[in-house]
């Protein structure tokens, strides 16, 4: 399994079945998973708290923490498919529309090389 042979909806069917399994559904409701979410992206952001580039380098560089990453990240997903499966949110159209939103307030000839908010430019 990996990304480029399962589809969202094969991600989504199977951390379905393995919670289904598990019967934690009951406590899966859309506010339960949104703290999951927070939970396990501050997990991933502890990591590199107060790291400079180079340091952020070496995390990946070395297996060990680069695993705990990789953990943290798989945390993060299974939540949001989790969310996304139970309230029937299609991941893929959510983030297109998402980001043609992104791109009508950041216009690349108005914001390339610039990391400024869309008020500040």
Request: charged share 35%; net charge negative; glycine share 2%.
């Amino acid at each position: 399994m990996d990304d480029q042979t399962k589809t969202l909806a094969e991600l989504k069917h199977f951390i379905r079945d393995f919670s289904a399994k598990r019967d934690w559904d009951q406590f899966h409701n859309a506010k339960d998973l949104s703290i999951g979410i927070s939970n396990e992206a501050n997990e991933l952001l502890q990591i590199f708290r107060f790291k400079n580039e180079n340091q952020v380098d070496a995390l990946f560089a070395d297996p060990k923490t680069r695993l705990e990453i990789q953990k943290e990240l798989a945390d993060v997903l299974s939540f949001t498919l989790l969310l996304a499966s139970r309230y029937d949110i299609d991941l893929s159209s959510s983030l297109i529309d998402k980001m043609e939103e992104v791109d009508k307030k950041y216009p690349v000839d108005k914001v390339k090389g610039i990391n400024l908010k869309y008020h500040e430019y």
